[in-house]
């Protein structure tokens, strides 16, 4: 059975720092892409960022140069460091497990980002 589960969430004020994380098992996580995605309110899901198996990296251009996403192979867990948070950040969180294009997706229950003025 995959579960992907997210954790870290909370309320911060802007300009300040979370850092989220994704714990993972039933999947052979070195070989996934990892992807975090948002949602805020009546908005679509979105990709905020996505790390290959082999380490690259990509991001949304609104997070660029604030967010960091990583991955410790050795614990089957992704991260999504978090900084200079802006109230636009606020979200639910989702963590997105996909071993290719063609293959299913598996995503957690999510974790809500709550970014103050």
């Known amino acids: 059975q995959v579960q992907l589960v997210e954790s870290g969430g909370g309320l911060v004020q802007a300009g300040g720092s979370l850092r989220l994380s994704c714990a993972t098992s039933?999947?052979?996580?070195?070989?996934?892409?990892m992807g975090w995605y948002r949602q805020a309110p009546g908005k679509q899901r979105e990709l905020v960022a996505r790390?290959?198996?082999?380490?690259?990296?990509n991001y949304a251009d609104s997070v660029k140069g604030r967010f960091s996403i990583s991955r410790d192979n050795a614990k089957n867990t992704v991260y999504l460091q978090m900084n200079s948070l802006k109230p636009e950040d606020t979200a639910v969180y989702y963590c997105?497990?996909?071993?290719?294009?063609?293959?299913?997706?598996?995503w957690g229950q999510g974790t809500q980002v709550t970014v103050s003025s």
């Open positions: 997105n497990a996909r071993y290719s294009d063609v293959s299913p997706a598996y």
């Open positions: 039933g999947i052979i996580f070195s070989l996934n892409v």
């Open positions: 790390i290959t198996s082999g380490g690259n990296t």
